[in-house]
């Protein structure tokens, strides 16, 4: 766990049993089906994917994610850290996210992409945002970040050329180990942020599928 000022706890929640073979298949299947969304990329998936029918690698191994977490120094969420198991990496969940980081390429954001704390700060003050604001789920104000997290986040996605991100972090962390989880995109006033990346991920599973149901 990175040195901070404070770490905040979530409101208790209760996740749901991890089954990310199921949810990775369907989605794999969906972006690979030309009527469906793979018209929505500007190149087809490479040959390989297609073949596979699958968007992801083959898993890490137990030791992987156990190396990560001693060169972060912090144990990773239990949903982040079973993905890893099924899929070291994976390539485009929705069109602005084009690659999940395989855990040699997961680190700080303030290591890997300084530019972007800088971006959302200006070098400013922390924003401060009570409570009874920042710990709303769902319906929430994507504006209603605070800035003063940002140093500590863990980055693990990248798209080349866009601000869009998939971040983790370690400040707000729920009884059960997850940490909050930020879609931090060009388009929004700051960040989608969430419970846990479970729950990022299968919300951005019904944003591409368009809740088609």
Same mark, same amino acid.
């Given at each position: 766990?990175?040195?901070?000022?404070?770490?905040?706890?979530?409101?208790?929640?209760?996740?749901?049993?991890?089954?990310?073979?199921?949810?990775?298949?369907?989605?794999?299947?969906?972006? %690979? #089906? /030309?009527? $469906?969304? *793979?018209?929505?990329?500007?190149?087809?998936? =490479? &040959?390989? +994917?297609?073949?596979?029918?699958?968007?992801?690698?083959?898993?890490?191994?137990?030791?992987?994610?156990?190396?990560?977490?001693?060169?972060?120094?912090?144990?990773?969420?239990?949903?982040?850290?079973?993905?890893?198991?099924?899929?070291?990496?994976?390539?485009?969940?929705?069109?602005?996210?084009?690659?999940?980081?395989?855990?040699?390429?997961?680190?700080?954001?303030?290591? %890997? #992409? /300084?530019? $972007?704390? *800088?971006?959302?700060?200006?070098?400013?003050? =922390? &924003?401060? +945002?009570?409570?009874?604001?920042?710990?709303?789920?769902?319906?929430?104000?994507?504006?209603?970040?605070?800035?003063?997290?940002?140093?500590?986040?863990?980055?693990?996605?990248?798209?080349?050329?866009?601000?869009?991100?998939?971040?983790?972090?370690?400040?707000?962390?729920?009884?059960?180990?997850?940490?909050?989880?930020?879609?931090?995109?060009?388009?929004?006033?700051?960040?989608?942020?969430?419970?846990?990346?479970?729950?990022?991920?299968?919300?951005?599973?019904?944003?591409?599928?368009?809740?088609?149901?």
């Amino acid at each position: 766990m990175p040195d901070t000022e404070r770490d905040d706890p979530a409101p208790e929640f209760h996740p749901a049993p991890h089954s990310w073979r199921e949810l990775l298949q369907r989605w794999s299947d969906e972006w %690979l #089906d /030309p009527v $469906l969304h *793979e018209q929505e990329r500007s190149e087809p998936f =490479p &040959d390989e +994917v297609r073949a596979a029918r699958w968007l992801g690698s083959a898993g890490a191994t137990p030791q992987e994610p156990a190396e990560l977490e001693a060169r972060l120094g912090a144990v990773l969420p239990p949903s982040y850290r079973e993905f890893l198991r099924t899929s070291d990496g994976w390539l485009d969940t929705t069109g602005e996210i084009r690659r999940l980081l395989p855990v040699r390429e997961i680190g700080w954001v303030r290591d %890997l #992409d /300084p530019e $972007l704390i *800088e971006g959302w700060t200006g070098g400013g003050e =922390p &924003d401060d +945002v009570p409570d009874e604001e920042y710990f709303v789920y769902g319906e929430q104000e994507p504006w209603a970040i605070r800035t003063e997290y940002l140093n500590d986040l863990l980055k693990i996605s990248h798209t080349p050329g866009a601000l869009d991100v998939y971040l983790l972090n370690p400040r707000v962390v729920t009884p059960d180990g997850e940490w909050e989880a930020w879609y931090l995109a060009h388009w929004l006033p700051g960040a989608v942020r969430h419970r846990s990346f479970r729950d990022l991920m299968h919300d951005e599973y019904r944003r591409f599928r368009g809740d088609r149901g």
